[in-house]
């Protein structure tokens, strides 16, 4: 992660004197952004960077639910399955995804194109049922809609 | 709709959004109102004679939490706008991050000013990504503005934000694990005392608000006290924002002056029951709000005190309908899930009590419930109930014992049956 | 001085106390696992819930006191409330009692008994988690059993600072685990955590499964390691528990080794070389008295000895800085005009062992160099030309910088081929044989009791003093 030091160094310039700490967040994503996931080396050297304990990062790791430690496929399916989304058919529309990629919750296809997530509440319930691609929304999904997209995801 | 808005008092286009089209709607007016004309203690004065209330969930009013900080007590001071907004049915705080970000900023700058903070920051949950963006444009705008940095219109007031992305945990929505995670780590929750106005992010006094209660702080400041007191009732001042989801025929975001009639609101302003079905209940302001009958909810007014006095609470407005021939158990088995998915683990009753709840719903949905499986879930409700570090076991207990007050023959129906009343259906379209 | 009502009855309490301060001070007691006086609080077992009136329930470990506050203890709201968090703990813990070592001294075993005593309400199978995991080569970790009051993880983040362990994942899949880099092997305070979690969840290797607790007693005795000079219990097997059939060695051997909680030295922990001292105590005795390597009996080498000593003209003793006090007064009350006395560092820092740091380890690893000095000088040991007589008390003395000419008298307590090189041998007791007392580095006094018997042949050095200041046989 060394290359990403300069970049480290802007943004602890917006905080404010003694908030390195804070900055295992934001670090953690922008490593895993670059990289795909955190590697262990990373674990060391942004505890060595930022002057934390490396426990810390560890935990933060391992603690939410958006930080991986190992590779996953190009596209990360993250479909949500909470209340509003079961309501208005989540469960119909992730039995298509599952039959058409042929995967279940937690895999990857063989091509490593897919992986498939179930999530919690992503504050998109008026738009149900829905999944997150990588780091975008997409709402209001039918079958028809998830086979479009998937379509366009190589 | 009917009645004034505060915060969504625009049509939504493209832009919106943006500084120039906030400014010209007026925006910024009462930065520069409170910044050259008003001390700080009258901002906190002004605020805490309006009566506002918390829109996170708890609905504490929001002066009498800034009043616990002394202006000059040589510290560092913090404000943190939650926009954590993990709480299932709620997505309200995300119509003001993606349409009206300036709003929020506006806000924050002037509780800034109110309570001596110079670093401000937005906590924002990381799954977020368009409000992010949104909101992250509209910090440049402003600081290209100068309403961010040094000396604020050539005042002596100056104020820097950082806006913060979480990592994917609602336990980062309760102010305190909201603040563990700002400073790096694992969102553990923390005890009180002391309260995070005397104690919080590193140590320092710092006040946490949700994204749409600070966003009602230019209104007041600009418009004043009294006038936001004339909206709303007298026990619930002002307008707030609803989420509605579930079995609606127009789910979205809305705002309401608080007393607005709530079968009013769903049958016209929402468009009704999906096929024209009947209300089963009502789950009013997030998943940990207990559930109310569509027969408890007829004459009721979308207030505090309306809800307060049938048991439940407006709490984050996350209203999801639930129509007639959904099968309550299998909508509690999700919640069930959900809270034990989110529990952080740190206290001993909501570590295993989620569990434990989620375990039992398990077995009942699969067929595999026992008659004492209801006293069992009540008990660990009760349990649960003021004895954790943070509200997310209270909560877990409230939602399966709200449902389970109003449900429970279905409840009764499926263990005896092993099978669901209504065929394990949530949807609004097949029927029972 | 805020007055407080505690079960109706008033008590003082300190403005800056804790409810569960005030409580256990004056006798209530009220029942907690992650509340520890030297930590943090953690406030997350919930068991320490108290009814306070006006208020209702809440944990007493995190509450201030306040003028005129009643709190109940043993209110029935507050039974209930115990109960039912002990439900929760043990929802999920392994019913282990039977093979776990921490049986006899568990604190949730203990709560259940007196708190609770119903089986589970839970009909649904237990979360499983990693058992027998390598927490470092010391330690074992069982996840089942760990209630997670994060006393062990607060413990290195707070006093050993070795930042070794934290928590992986959320919620009921939450284990410990340490750093990856496993720096708690490297933590020499690691074993205190062993003291501190209140379930058998991590366990010391080297005491695990040899003995049942209840077979053993503990003896106060001083950790020799260094001249902080904690004070440890040593455990050893209860006579009533002596074990007939199987391997007698059983009856006589140290079985683990705990602090001795003691403010005015080491509060409530000791380092890991102070669980370590069977290394030291348990190497192979000298339980014989030689004369150039050839048995004697003991009035022969003691009289052989006190002819040496009448014939010098320049006698040298090295003294050991693992003499008691009552020995090293009495090598200066009998032996002190006779010889030219130097105090001796009987061991040095050995390879990779820590020399010093702000908590307990101390540069010098000898118990009682203090008193030594100050009975004998801290002149560095030398010989001159003349040196014909070279008294050797205890370990590390150089044998080979001792002039060629000069006699030797050695005593020792270990096996060492310097014992039979010396003119006369005379064994002598260890610290776990006999009462004593040392000095540490602050000037503060230890005592150390017995825990065996020494062998039939074997000396006290305080005797064998008083002994060798008597004329020889056939001398005046």
Redesign the interface.
Known sequence: MRHLIPEFEKLRA???A?????????C??RIQEDRGYVA?ED??GLAAYLG?????I???L??????RRRPIGRWHL?FC????C????A?RILEHVQKKLGIRPGETTPDGRFTLSL??????????PMM?VN???HENLTSEAVDELLEGLK | MPGRQIIMSFPVTATSHTLAEYRSRGGYGALEKALRSMKPAEVVKEVTASGLQGRGGAAFPVGRKWQVMVYDDGQPHYLIANADEGEPGTFKDRWILENNPHVLLESMLITSYALNVRNCFVYIRGEFDLPYRRLAGAVEEAYAAGFFGERILGTDFSCDIVVYRGAGAYVAGEASGLISSLEGKKSYPRNRPPRLTVRGLYQRPTVVNNVESLSNIAWIVAHGAAAYKEIGTPKSPGTRLYSVSGHVNRPGVYEAELGYPWMKFLEEDCGGIVGGRAIKCVVPGGVSSKVLTGAEIKDLALSHEALWDVGSTLGSGGMIVIAEGTCMVTLSQILMRFYHHESCGQCTPCRHGTGWLHRIMDRIVAGQGRPEDIERLYYIAKFNDGTTICGLGDAAGYAISGILDKFRDEFEYYIEHKRSRYDGNLECLRSS | MPEIFINGQPVQAREDQTVLQVALENGFFVPYFCWHPQLSIAGNCRMCLVDVEGRGIDIACNMPVSAGMKVLTESDDVKAHRKAILQFITLNHPVDCGICDKAGECTLQDYHYIYNGDRSLSVDEKVHSTKFYNLSNRILLDNERCILCLRCTRFTHEVSKSMALGVERRGDVSNIRPVEDRPLGEDPYSDNIIDICPVGALLSRQFLHKSRIWYLKPTPSVCPGCERGCTVQIWHRKPEWFVKSLDARQNTSIARITPLENPAVNGPWICNKGRDLARIFERARADEPMMKGRPVPLAEALDAARRLIGAARHPVALVSSWGSNEELEAFKRHLGEVFHAHVKRDWLPEEGERLEDDLLIRPDKNPNRARALELFGDDEPGYHDGTDLVLVWGEGCDFASIPAQAKVIFLNSYLAPENGHADVFLPISIQTERTGHYTNFQGVVSAFEPCFPKAAAVSDAEALFRSLAAPARGHP
């Open positions: 917006r905080f404010p003694g908030f390195e700490s804070s900055m295992v967040l934001p953690v994503r262990d674990i060391s934390v304990p490396q426990i810390q560890e935990e933060v391992s603690f939410y639910t958006m930080f993250q399955h909470n209340v509003s079961s309501m208005n058919g469960e999530v919690e509440c992503l504050g998109s319930c008026g738009t149900a997150m780091e975008g929304y």
